[in-house]
């Protein structure tokens, strides 16, 4: 793959994830009642810096934790009659709360409807809402971001990749094609 164009950069990922936490708060009210939780891998270190975004907007620590959705996936080919399940990081109950699941990238909706299934395992939220840094469209399934960074439309042999430093040392969202 090779690089269509640099769609986001660090300054524009920042004004937009403090944008979506403004918004979080305002939507409900307050974020007294709000939890987030980030979809594995890069919904984490988003989810996290949403919090950290809350709490100098409202001088309130939201709760944060992380679910891992590969077990409730209905599109991937099982890799053994026993799947590895990895971690969910929800140090608090999501019994009554308002969710607010986080994800770098919002496409077919397939990992939105499992990390939905994965929250109601761990208990009934009063709300599940939803937030993405890109939205990149060909949904599969009805799903809708409720907070979106940035609605970029692609086409399906596209990719659109978000770095971040954690995982990849830079920070950024990139829009790539294939070789020709």
């Known amino acids: ?24 708060a305002e939507k409900n009210k307050g974020v007294e009642n709000v ?21 100098k907007i409202e001088g309130v620590s939201v709760p944060c934790g992380s679910i891992d959705i ?17 971690r ?7 019994e009554e709360k308002d969710v607010v699941l986080v994800d770098d990238v919002l496409y077919t909706g397939r990992t939105a409807r499992a ?3 994965a929250v109601f395992s761990c208990g009934r939220p009063r709300t599940i809402q939803f937030g993405v840094l890109v939205d990149r469209g060909h949904r599969e399934l009805p799903i809708r971001a409720d907070y979106v960074g940035k609605n970029v439309p692609t086409s399906r042999i596209e990719l659109v990749e978000v770095r971040l430093p954690e995982y990849d040392g830079e920070t950024g969202v990139w829009l790539m094609e294939p070789e020709e």
């Not at 939890?35 to 709490?55: F, K, S, Y």
């Not at 590969?70 to 990895?86: A, I, K, N």
């Not at 969910?88 to 999501?94: M, S």
């Open 88 to 94: 969910t990081e929800l140090p608090f109950p999501v």
């Open 70 to 86: 590969g077990y409730y996936r209905d599109d991937l080919q099982p890799m053994s009659d026993m799947p590895t399940v990895r």
């Open 115 to 117: 990390a939905i299934e």
């Open 35 to 55: 939890v987030l939780v980030g979809i594995r891998r890069r919904g984490e270190p988003i989810a996290r810096q949403i919090r950290e975004n809350i709490e």
């Open 1 to 24: 793959m090779r690089t269509k164009a640099i769609l986001m950069d660090e300054a524009a990922m920042k004004r937009a994830l403090m944008r979506i936490s403004h918004e979080i």
